[in-house]
């Protein structure tokens, strides 16, 4: 069964701080991960999607990268800004007959003025 | 395209109703999936639907609880009795093939 760990679960940096947040899974058999955002109250916004056969996928200031060999994914976020803050969830799509993300429990992201 | 729409955004129920959560996924698209988010459970997935069937409701806690989707446009959660442990955010996303799941802005559930 597949899961999903994000380590830390909370992380508070200053304005302007280049940041990394992790993500690992136990199955490598993966047809894709994806990085979505979480602001409080809201729903879920995609941010990037990697397929299994690339190794790294960027929208501005975001860079996502993915090790599938070791089960390891992470989120890079350039020059943070406070609106950045909010948690962010990583999601990984096994193989198989399933068409089922297993999500981590986030990292819940504040970035100060 | 105007996203995932999930009506209503809020509601608030006594123990014992019913409660209708409904959902019109982003057009073209051909899974539609129904979660359920509490700060104990994190995100879960209650049931998902390829191309209108049901594939896999292992989720769904119970049989208070019932989904359908009469077509590619439409898809309705219905909680009948509803519990206050089922005070929750519900979530609908839909997605075409392997690609990119897209939420809605989710119904926050209050069962007193």
């Known amino acids: 069964k597949q899961e999903v760990t994000q380590i830390p679960a909370a992380l508070s940096v200053p304005e302007g701080e280049n940041l990394v947040l992790n993500c690992s899974f136990t199955?490598?058999?993966?047809?894709?991960l994806q990085w979505f955002r979480q602001d409080p109250g809201k729903g879920l916004t995609s941010l990037l999607l990697?397929?299994?056969?690339?190794r790294e996928q960027t929208s501005g200031r975001l860079n996502a990268s993915l090790d599938k060999s070791s089960g390891r994914s992470t989120l890079y976020i350039a020059a943070s800004q406070p609106g950045d803050s909010a948690t962010y969830l990583c999601?990984?799509?096994?193989?198989?007959?399933?068409?089922?993300?297993?999500f981590g429990s986030g990292t819940q992201l504040t970035v100060l003025p | 395209d105007a996203g995932v729409i999930q009506s209503p955004r809020h509601e608030v129920t006594e123990m014992g109703q019913e409660v209708t959560l409904r959902c019109k996924p982003i057009?073209?698209?051909?899974?539609l999936f129904w979660y359920r988010q509490t700060m104990m459970r994190g995100l879960e997935l209650l049931i998902y639907?390829?191309?209108?069937?049901?594939?896999?409701d292992s989720g769904m806690p119970e049989d208070r609880f019932s989904a359908k989707m009469p077509n590619a446009s439409f898809s309705t959660l219905k909680i009948q009795p509803s519990e206050p442990r089922d005070s929750a955010v519900y979530f609908c996303?839909?997605?075409?093939?392997?690609?990119?799941?897209?939420f809605g802005p989710g119904t926050r559930l209050t069962v007193l």
């Open positions: 996303a839909s997605t075409k093939g392997t690609g990119f799941e897209y």
């Open positions: 199955d490598s058999a993966i047809y894709n």
């Open positions: 990697i397929q299994s056969s690339q």
């Open positions: 999601a990984v799509l096994s193989s198989g007959s399933a068409r089922q993300l297993t």
């Open positions: 057009s073209g698209h051909d899974y």
């Open positions: 639907f390829n191309n209108n069937v049901p594939i896999d």
